[in-house]
């Protein structure tokens, strides 16, 4: 007897048991189920959850092995100083890089996932439905959006508390308001703010040698421009370096290159919406525009707060910080987001444009992508709720020009006919 | 006067099994029944008793609420069994058929002079009325309701459907004497959609507007033509009708007989040699299906084609609408990794490690499995790309969910039938049964609004 066959045995003796969804979901983790159509169509196309949320996995895959490495190289470059002159191979894909990289990354993963799967789990028992799929993603995303030396403890705190607050309480996947994997990032950054910004945690050992005579630091690009240090900024790091990732700041987000291949993927595997990534690179571009030309026009003095960042050319805010890895994997989420094509448009502009603002408003922490999803999500029904009016106002305005006729036994359709006809 | 229709959005999906354009006649079959599940949404009363001879054309059960509306039986015989369900509900009526069939034949009359009552009448009494269906709600048409207009659609996009133009050959008589007839029921348009390059004999008829369609699946479903040329509004009627059921029509017009005779496509990668057969309405599917053989031990029969039939067996009866009958493998069967591996022989909606957009006219042999699990609805947008109708089928399937009566009419539930929903269903990714919740949608609007 096969595997297969044991499997099948083992299904049937679960069959209306408790247990039942944590079985299955191992189960049809390692086999498609043997289930046939009952109603409607006889025949389904074969694209199901599990297939459409591996294939954003894939897409962060090269994410997560990039932060791997880029884990390991920030540490010895603020350690030892950066290499004069860089060379991929010699200085960034090493053993050294991809060890530190992988003890500091994998556990945040393991942690995220194994939390997060438990209570998915826990849910499925309890209230007897399968384990759907939507935390194979989010599960993905939460360690590549946190700082690498984030505690192991505090990550559990914040899964636990966005898969049950933003998730399950609303019903599980595909029934929640808010993307999980940033209500996890937001409980993170009220809760410990401390651990969240600052020039120190973006390292690793950054926090723990605070203070002492080997202290190191990895101020991240936006926080250099927050401060007003654009000079010692472009001084440390030049565009290549940005657009390819080598630079500090949490895991899996550096890399704009790898994020754009990424997106490119999703987009044409049709999974995630081009027209909420097109739009939110535009809505970002556009304030960016804006900024650039209030500091163009001298609206802003040089000695204000605000001023670096604003003076920060326009579609650089693309290259730099979370903003490019929240329009592709995250704004693009079709739960939460916008789900009309037209409300997409609208959608991704505002998260776009309302990122870039708030990066340069925002005193403490300088970046603004994650508030601005979260806030988009809150009105992306509101939008949706216009675009599809659109489409009832049309039905209405038609329905002034219905033609209603009276019944055959009122024996008035013959003269109607005359006059029609 | 023709107009051109194109649609953009759909999906065809190519199947392995299309019918060779041969006709043979099918076996007589000894028992013929009528399955009432064809007629949604009809209360039936028997008018004869069980062991009664009846002949073919010869009413045999009514509907309750509409006394006028008589349904016929398709073959002379004696009535052997009427099988019920929970409450005594009637769900099939047997008929034994005779060696010799006879008609009840009724007087023809002149159509050309004939009144729109006359008309009527003769369509209620004959048994040809439930033919003609209505929509809002895709149930028989209410015949104390004027259409504003009528819908004809000779144009099969659906998976190996029936070829409307082959099977329609030499009908062109029966067509005209019943477009003639449904003209006097009507103040508006017969509008009747062929393919854009078809030699249907229905496009020589006169009395109609014809229209040329082009397009992938679903620009052949009546659904999509009428949201395309003048869509349901709230308070307006339309009534659909099937070219073969016309043809039906037209016969008894003429001659006066109820001839429930029809030309079927035996379709399917399941069956060895799919072709045309002719046979009778209610006939058993056994009396063709194994002249043409069967491949495998396990397949799944329907009644229809893929998306939108309903599933029988060897020993069940051909449906009163269809015109094609299906067979393809069942798919009870685990597929190790099935979820993550790369598919080269299915159809699929994205590229996700999925090739059937590589080759477009590929055909395929599908079988019933669902390739995943029931989930709820996470994916947005795709169901837009193969419906072309100005609704929002999402929103429309939520509304119907949570039983919210006004937010179905607004969002345009009049101007839908399940059938609409069969490719967002196909495709969908949550393999949730939208034909199931638009049917329940549609119920429960005719309950409370009528």
Same mark, same amino acid.
């Given at each position: 007897m096969g595997m297969k066959e044991k499997l099948h045995q083992l299904k049937l003796k679960y069959q209306g048991k408790k247990m039942a969804p944590a079985f299955n979901a191992i189960h049809t983790f390692l086999y498609a189920p043997n289930e046939t159509t009952h109603s409607g169509s006889h025949v389904r196309a074969v694209d199901d959850l599990k297939r459409t949320m591996n294939t954003v996995i894939m897409a962060l895959v090269p994410c997560l092995l990039f932060g791997i490495f880029n884990a390991g190289y920030q540490h010895y470059s603020a350690v030892n100083g950066f290499p004069a002159d860089f060379s991929i191979m010699e200085h960034f894909i090493t053993w050294d890089n991809f060890w530190l990289g992988a003890i500091t990354v994998l556990p945040l993963v393991v942690v995220s996932y194994g939390v997060g799967l438990l209570i998915e789990f826990i849910f499925a028992v309890i209230k007897g439905h399968e384990v759907e799929e939507g935390y194979l993603v989010t599960g993905m995303l939460v360690p590549l959006i946190v700082p690498v030396d984030t505690p192991l403890w505090m990550l559990a705190v914040a899964v636990a508390f966005g898969v049950v607050i933003g998730k399950e309480v609303f019903g599980g996947t595909g029934m929640n308001i808010l993307n999980p994997a940033l209500t996890i990032r937001a409980f993170l950054f009220f809760a410990y703010p401390t651990w969240m910004s600052g020039d120190k945690v973006w390292v690793h050992e950054g926090v723990q040698r605070a203070g002492t005579a080997d202290a190191i630091s990895g101020e991240t690009i936006l926080g250099y421009l927050a401060q007003g240090n654009s000079e010692a900024m472009y001084a440390k790091y030049d565009l290549s370096e940005m657009f390819f990732g080598f630079i500090p700041g949490s895991v899996g987000e550096t890399s704009t290159f790898l994020i754009l291949l990424g997106g490119l993927f999703l987009v044409f595997t049709k999974i995630a919406s081009w027209r909420i990534m097109v739009s939110a690179v535009a809505g970002s571009l556009v304030m960016g525009l804006i900024f650039n030309g209030i500091v163009d026009a001298g609206?802003?003095?040089?000695?204000?707060?605000f001023y670096g960042l604003m003076q920060f050319d326009f579609w650089k805010h693309l290259i730099v910080g979370g903003l490019a890895f929240g329009i592709v994997y995250m704004a693009t989420d079709p739960v939460t987001g916008s789900q009309t094509n037209k409300g997409k448009w609208i959608y991704g502009f505002l998260i776009g444009f309302i990122s870039v603002m708030i990066r340069v408003f925002n005193p403490g922490y300088p970046e603004g992508v994650f508030l601005a999803i979260l806030l988009m999500n809150v009105f992306a029904p509101t939008i949706d709720h216009y675009v599809v009016q659109g489409n009832v106002r049309r039905r209405m305005k038609r329905l002034k020009n219905a033609t209603i006729l009276p019944k055959p036994s009122d024996g008035k359709t013959a003269e109607l006919k005359a006059e029609t006809v | 006067m023709s107009k051109d229709i194109r649609i953009k959005k759909g999906l065809n999906i190519n199947l392995v099994g299309a019918a060779e354009q041969t006709t043979s006649k099918a076996v007589l079959s000894n028992v013929y029944a009528l399955n009432l599940n064809d007629f949604h949404g009809i209360t039936p009363k028997m008018l004869v008793k069980e062991g009664a001879e009846v002949k073919a054309g010869e009413p045999i059960f009514y509907n309750k609420n509409l006394e006028d509306m008589r349904f016929v039986s398709p073959v002379s015989g004696e009535l052997v069994e009427i099988i019920r369900g929970a409450r005594r509900r009637i769900l099939t009526v047997k008929i034994l058929a005779d060696k010799e069939q006879s008609y009840q034949t009724a007087k023809t009359f002149d159509i050309e002079a004939a009144s729109a009552d006359a008309v009527r009448t003769a369509l209620l009494t004959s048994g040809c009325w439930p033919f003609i269906k209505q929509r809002p709600y895709d149930i028989v048409a209410n015949p104390d309701v004027t259409p504003k207009a009528i819908f004809i659609s000779a144009y099969g996009t659906a998976p190996l459907a029936a070829d409307m133009d082959y099977v329609l050959q030499a009908k062109e008589q029966e067509l005209q004497a019943a477009i003639t007839a449904l003209g006097k029921?009507?103040?508006g348009k017969i509008h009747v959609s062929v393919g854009k390059d078809s030699k249907s004999?229905?496009?020589? @008829?006169? /009395?109609i507007t014809l229209h040329k369609v082009s397009g992938p699946h679903p620009a052949g479903l009546v659904g999509t033509q009428i949201n395309k040329i003048d869509p349901i509004n709230k308070g307006e009627m339309v009534w659909t009708i099937s070219p073969q059921d016309l043809v039906i029509i037209g016969e008894f017009l003429l001659t006066g007989k109820f001839n429930a005779q029809r030309t079927i496509a035996l379709v399917g990668s399941s069956v060895k040699t799919p072709k045309y057969y002719t046979t009778k309405i /209610? @006939? %058993?599917?056994s009396t063709f299906l194994y002249a043409s /053989?069967? &491949? %495998? %031990? &396990?397949f799944r029969l329907i009644n229809g084609d893929v998306l939108t039939g309903s599933r029988t067996t060897p020993d069940g009866h051909l449906g009163y609408y269809n015109a094609t009958v299906t067979a393809i493998p069942e798919g009870d069967d685990y597929e190790f990794f099935g979820w993550n591996k790369p598919v080269f022989n299915k159809i699929s909606s994205t590229r996700a490690l999925t090739f059937s957009w590589l080759n477009k006219n590929k055909k395929y042999d599908l079988d019933t499995n669902t390739n995943g699990e029931h989930r709820a609805f996470v994916v947005t947008g795709r169901y837009e790309e193969v419906f072309p109708l100005d609704i929002y089928p999402l929103q429309l399937l939520k509304a119907c969910m949570v039983k919210d009566l006004d937010e179905m009419e607004q969002l345009g539930l009049? %101007?839908? @039938?399940p059938e609409d929903f069969a490719l967002t269903e196909f495709i969908c990714i949550s393999k949730q049964p939208h034909q199931q919740i638009i049917r329940e949608g549609l119920d429960l609007m005719y309950q409370e609004i009528g």
């Open positions: 609206w802003i003095p040089e000695y204000s707060k | 029921l009507t103040p004999p229905l496009a020589s @008829a006169t /009395g /209610g @006939a %058993e599917i /053989g069967v &491949k %495998e %031990e &396990k009049y %101007e839908v @039938a």
